[in-house]
């Protein structure tokens, strides 16, 4: 599967834009408004959101990045 750069503007107040950037590898890497948040990795077959901190997403947050990424 080809990973392809995904850009949004989130919901939060305020605002937040966020990318979705591929890597060599086959991961992506979180930015919100150009900082890092952590990566989307494929572990046993499914994609899942590693933050930097735990404290950083929900779950609900995590399950919306994965599906920004069509991933899920």
């Known amino acids: 599967m080809e990973l392809k750069p ?3 503007i989130a919901a939060f107040e ?3 834009y ?3 950037k591929p890597m060599i590898g086959g991961y992506f ?3 919100i ?3 890092y948040y952590g990566t989307i990795v ?3 077959s499914q994609w ?4 930097q901190h735990s404290h950083y ?3 609900d947050d995590m399950d919306a990045l994965l599906e920004q990424a069509r991933l899920i």
């Open 48 to 51: 899942v959101v590693h933050p």
């Open 33 to 35: 408004d150009a900082f």
């Open 6 to 8: 995904v850009s949004f």
């Open 14 to 16: 305020p605002e937040k």
């Open 57 to 59: 997403f929900t779950t």
């Open 29 to 31: 890497h979180i930015y």
């Open 18 to 20: 966020v990318e979705l």
């Open 42 to 44: 494929c572990v046993n």
